[in-house]
Protein backbone atom coordinates (compact mmCIF):
# COMPACT_ATOMS: atom_id res chain seq x y z
CA UNK A 1 0.00 0.00 0.00
CA UNK A 2 1.37 3.47 -0.79
CA UNK A 3 1.48 5.58 2.49
CA UNK A 4 1.82 9.04 2.10
CA UNK A 5 3.58 10.07 4.61
CA UNK A 6 4.33 14.00 4.13
CA UNK A 7 3.06 15.22 7.53
CA UNK A 8 2.78 12.58 9.76
CA UNK A 9 1.02 13.93 13.28
CA UNK A 10 1.68 11.82 16.31
CA UNK A 11 -1.07 12.63 18.60
CA UNK A 12 -0.52 12.30 22.56
CA UNK A 13 -2.40 12.57 25.80
CA UNK A 14 0.93 14.50 27.74
CA UNK A 15 0.92 16.72 24.31
CA UNK A 16 -3.16 17.16 24.23
CA UNK A 17 -3.59 18.76 27.91
CA UNK A 18 -6.36 17.72 28.24
CA UNK A 19 -7.82 18.99 25.10
CA UNK A 20 -9.62 16.47 22.60
CA UNK A 21 -7.49 14.05 20.84
CA UNK A 22 -9.75 13.32 18.51
CA UNK A 23 -10.40 17.29 17.67
CA UNK A 24 -6.93 17.76 17.55
CA UNK A 25 -6.49 15.10 14.66
CA UNK A 26 -9.17 16.86 13.13
CA UNK A 27 -7.61 19.93 12.35
CA UNK A 28 -4.12 18.61 11.76
CA UNK A 29 -6.54 16.38 8.91
CA UNK A 30 -7.73 19.56 7.63
CA UNK A 31 -5.05 21.58 7.58
CA UNK A 32 -2.92 19.07 5.58
CA UNK A 33 -1.38 16.67 7.82
CA UNK A 34 -1.50 13.33 5.41
CA UNK A 35 -1.45 10.42 8.36
CA UNK A 36 -2.13 10.38 12.16
CA UNK A 37 -0.76 8.13 14.86
CA UNK A 38 -2.23 7.41 18.30
CA UNK A 39 0.32 7.31 20.92
CA UNK A 40 -0.94 6.61 24.18
CA UNK A 41 1.84 4.61 26.59
CA UNK A 42 0.52 5.29 29.55
CA UNK A 43 -3.23 4.77 28.86
CA UNK A 44 -5.00 1.25 29.59
CA UNK A 45 -5.62 -0.95 26.72
CA UNK A 46 -9.51 -0.28 27.34
CA UNK A 47 -9.07 3.81 27.37
CA UNK A 48 -6.87 3.80 24.55
CA UNK A 49 -9.32 1.98 22.38
CA UNK A 50 -11.65 4.31 24.00
CA UNK A 51 -9.21 7.18 22.19
CA UNK A 52 -8.59 5.38 19.01
CA UNK A 53 -12.23 5.03 18.57
CA UNK A 54 -13.05 8.41 18.81
CA UNK A 55 -9.73 9.65 16.64
CA UNK A 56 -11.35 7.54 13.96
CA UNK A 57 -14.70 8.48 13.89
CA UNK A 58 -13.33 12.16 13.82
CA UNK A 59 -11.21 10.96 10.84
CA UNK A 60 -14.35 9.89 8.51
CA UNK A 61 -14.15 11.44 5.25
CA UNK A 62 -10.65 13.21 5.59
CA UNK A 63 -9.11 10.33 3.87
CA UNK A 64 -6.15 10.31 6.51
CA UNK A 65 -5.62 7.08 7.65
CA UNK A 66 -5.29 6.38 11.84
CA UNK A 67 -2.28 3.93 13.10
CA UNK A 68 -2.03 2.80 16.19
CA UNK A 69 1.85 3.31 18.10
CA UNK A 70 3.30 -0.55 19.15
CA UNK A 71 -0.59 -2.15 19.62
CA UNK A 72 -1.65 -4.63 16.99
CA UNK A 73 -4.95 -5.19 19.96
CA UNK A 74 -5.98 -1.54 19.97
CA UNK A 75 -6.03 -1.17 16.04
CA UNK A 76 -7.77 -4.23 15.33
CA UNK A 77 -10.67 -3.11 18.52
CA UNK A 78 -10.83 0.34 17.08
CA UNK A 79 -10.68 -0.13 13.17
CA UNK A 80 -7.77 1.88 12.66
CA UNK A 81 -6.09 1.42 9.79
CA UNK A 82 -2.88 0.03 10.88
CA UNK A 83 0.37 -0.03 13.40
CA UNK A 84 3.58 1.68 13.78
CA UNK A 85 6.04 -0.84 15.43
CA UNK A 86 9.30 -0.23 16.66
CA UNK A 87 12.19 -2.68 17.64
CA UNK A 88 10.51 -4.31 21.07
CA UNK A 89 7.19 -4.89 19.17
CA UNK A 90 5.49 -7.30 17.90
CA UNK A 91 7.02 -8.68 14.82
CA UNK A 92 6.08 -7.51 12.26
CA UNK A 93 5.31 -10.39 10.04
CA UNK A 94 2.93 -11.09 12.86
CA UNK A 95 1.46 -8.30 12.98
CA UNK A 96 0.89 -8.57 9.23
CA UNK A 97 -0.77 -11.78 9.88
CA UNK A 98 -2.95 -10.33 12.44
CA UNK A 99 -3.92 -7.03 10.56
CA UNK A 100 -4.41 -8.56 6.99
CA UNK A 101 -2.84 -7.57 3.84
CA UNK A 102 -4.69 -4.04 3.26
CA UNK A 103 -3.55 -2.72 6.53
CA UNK A 104 -0.62 -0.14 6.76
CA UNK A 105 2.36 -1.16 8.81
CA UNK A 106 5.28 0.98 9.31
CA UNK A 107 8.57 0.44 11.48
CA UNK A 108 11.20 2.58 13.19
CA UNK A 109 14.34 3.05 11.88
CA UNK A 110 17.08 3.87 13.93
CA UNK A 111 20.24 2.37 12.36
CA UNK A 112 21.92 0.57 9.16
CA UNK A 113 21.89 -2.85 10.48
CA UNK A 114 17.98 -2.92 11.04
CA UNK A 115 17.49 -2.81 7.56
CA UNK A 116 18.32 -6.52 6.57
CA UNK A 117 15.28 -7.37 8.99
CA UNK A 118 12.62 -4.40 7.58
CA UNK A 119 13.48 -5.96 4.33
CA UNK A 120 12.28 -9.00 5.20
CA UNK A 121 9.42 -7.96 6.77
CA UNK A 122 5.42 -6.89 5.09
CA UNK A 123 6.33 -2.96 5.84
CA UNK A 124 4.76 -0.18 3.75
CA UNK A 125 6.87 2.80 5.28
CA UNK A 126 9.68 3.00 8.03
CA UNK A 127 10.45 6.23 9.67
CA UNK A 128 13.81 7.02 10.39
CA UNK A 129 14.97 8.89 14.07
CA UNK A 130 15.65 10.40 16.23
CA UNK A 131 16.97 12.70 13.73
CA UNK A 132 17.13 16.12 16.63
CA UNK A 133 16.93 15.87 20.29
CA UNK A 134 12.78 16.26 21.26
CA UNK A 135 11.21 16.56 24.85
CA UNK A 136 8.16 14.00 23.43
CA UNK A 137 10.21 11.05 24.28
CA UNK A 138 12.68 9.18 25.93
CA UNK A 139 15.78 8.12 23.41
CA UNK A 140 18.43 6.52 24.57
CA UNK A 141 20.21 7.12 21.69
CA UNK A 142 21.50 9.97 20.21
CA UNK A 143 20.25 11.80 17.44
CA UNK A 144 21.05 11.31 13.78
CA UNK A 145 21.24 14.57 12.63
CA UNK A 146 21.01 15.05 8.82
CA UNK A 147 23.87 13.72 7.96
CA UNK A 148 22.82 10.78 9.76
CA UNK A 149 19.76 10.56 8.27
CA UNK A 150 21.08 11.31 4.40
CA UNK A 151 23.31 8.21 4.69
CA UNK A 152 20.80 6.14 6.41
CA UNK A 153 18.18 7.32 4.07
CA UNK A 154 20.07 6.25 1.18
CA UNK A 155 21.15 2.89 2.51
CA UNK A 156 17.38 2.72 3.18
CA UNK A 157 16.73 3.25 -0.61
CA UNK A 158 19.52 0.31 -1.58
CA UNK A 159 17.87 -2.04 0.71
CA UNK A 160 13.65 -1.37 1.37
CA UNK A 161 13.64 -0.01 -2.16
CA UNK A 162 10.21 2.62 -3.07
CA UNK A 163 8.80 2.69 0.18
CA UNK A 164 8.05 6.05 2.01
CA UNK A 165 10.90 7.15 4.44
CA UNK A 166 9.66 9.41 6.87
CA UNK A 167 11.51 11.30 9.60
CA UNK A 168 11.13 11.90 13.39
CA UNK A 169 12.16 13.58 16.68
CA UNK A 170 12.58 17.70 16.73
CA UNK A 171 11.48 18.67 13.45
CA UNK A 172 9.14 21.89 13.04
CA UNK A 173 8.49 24.58 10.62
CA UNK A 174 12.23 25.71 11.18
CA UNK A 175 14.27 22.82 10.01
CA UNK A 176 11.55 20.66 8.06
CA UNK A 177 12.94 21.45 4.54
CA UNK A 178 16.10 19.86 5.40
CA UNK A 179 14.89 16.81 6.80
CA UNK A 180 13.41 16.69 3.46
CA UNK A 181 16.59 18.12 1.17
CA UNK A 182 18.26 15.24 3.26
CA UNK A 183 16.26 12.47 1.84
CA UNK A 184 13.03 11.72 4.02
CA UNK A 185 9.61 11.92 1.84
CA UNK A 186 7.87 13.37 5.29
CA UNK A 187 8.21 14.83 8.55
CA UNK A 188 6.49 13.17 12.07
CA UNK A 189 5.80 15.90 14.30
CA UNK A 190 4.35 16.14 17.58
CA UNK A 191 4.75 19.28 19.29
CA UNK A 192 4.95 21.17 15.69
CA UNK A 193 1.32 20.41 15.22
CA UNK A 194 -0.39 20.05 18.36
CA UNK A 195 1.93 22.12 21.20
CA UNK A 196 0.24 25.35 19.68
CA UNK A 197 -3.44 26.91 20.00
CA UNK A 198 -3.62 26.69 15.88
CA UNK A 199 -2.98 22.84 15.40
CA UNK A 200 -4.98 23.52 11.63
CA UNK A 201 -2.93 26.65 10.56
CA UNK A 202 0.16 24.65 12.34
CA UNK A 203 -0.43 22.10 9.59
CA UNK A 204 -1.42 23.86 7.07
CA UNK A 205 2.30 25.53 7.44
CA UNK A 206 4.18 22.67 7.59
CA UNK A 207 2.24 20.62 4.84
CA UNK A 208 3.06 24.00 2.73
CA UNK A 209 6.70 23.74 3.95
CA UNK A 210 7.10 19.87 2.98
CA UNK A 211 5.44 20.39 -0.54
CA UNK A 212 8.17 22.96 -1.52
CA UNK A 213 10.90 21.29 -0.04
CA UNK A 214 9.39 17.86 -2.05
CA UNK A 215 9.11 20.12 -5.33
CA UNK A 216 12.92 21.68 -5.16
CA UNK A 217 14.06 18.44 -3.84
CA UNK A 218 12.11 16.31 -7.34
CA UNK A 219 13.19 18.92 -9.29
CA UNK A 220 17.12 19.03 -8.54
CA UNK A 221 19.09 16.93 -11.64
CA UNK A 222 20.15 13.73 -10.07
Known amino acids: MKVDVRVYGLVDPQIGAGRS ?8 ADG ?8 AKEQSTREMVREAKAIHAALAGSNVPLL ?7 ALASGAEGVHLGA ?19 ATLKKAGELPYLASAPIDYACIGGVF ?22 EAARVLGPIPIGAIAGINATNAASVIAAGADGVAVIGALFAGTDTRAAARELRAIVDAALASDRARPA
Open 21 to 28: LAELARAA
Open 32 to 39: GATLIQLR
Open 68 to 74: INDRVDV
Open 88 to 106: DDMELADARRLLGPDAIIG
Open 133 to 154: GTVHKDNPDAPVGLDGLASLRR
